[in-house]
């Protein structure tokens, strides 16, 4: 697993990307509950992935909608396979409309510039 936080901050919101292996839907659970055994990340507002596990994707918003999807291109478009990436996100009382998309493309772009 590895970590790269405090990578963006804007408007009170601050993002963090995480990823490692994953070739299940079941591995993805358990890299999240791993994740979030992290106080910092159990606390999160927002913990949304994206993976790709045998060809088949998989994703989740955790309530920032739309950013599942946008991880789940990038993968796609990168051709990384049974990776699972996560861009977490701590709200920071003001909303980033549009914005926070640009946001988790950063994040999944960090993360995959030093894979």
Not at 62 to 84: C, F, K, N, W, Y
Request: glycine fraction near 10%.
């Amino acid at each position: 697993m590895r970590i790269l936080e405090n990578i963006i901050s804007d408007r009170g919101s601050r993002y963090a990307v995480s990823g490692g292996p994953c070739a299940s839907e079941a591995e993805a659970k358990a890299f999240l509950k791993a994740l979030k055994r992290h106080k910092k990340f159990a606390k999160a507002t927002h913990n949304s992935w994206g993976c790709i596990a045998q060809g088949v994707p998989l994703k989740n918003d955790d309530g920032e909608s739309g950013a599942g999807t946008v991880i789940l291109r990038m993968l796609e478009r990168e051709d990384v396979q049974d990776h699972i990436i996560v861009v977490t996100r701590w709200y920071g009382g003001k909303h980033l409309g549009g914005d926070r998309f640009r946001h988790v493309q950063s994040a999944v772009r960090v993360y995959l510039d030093q894979m």
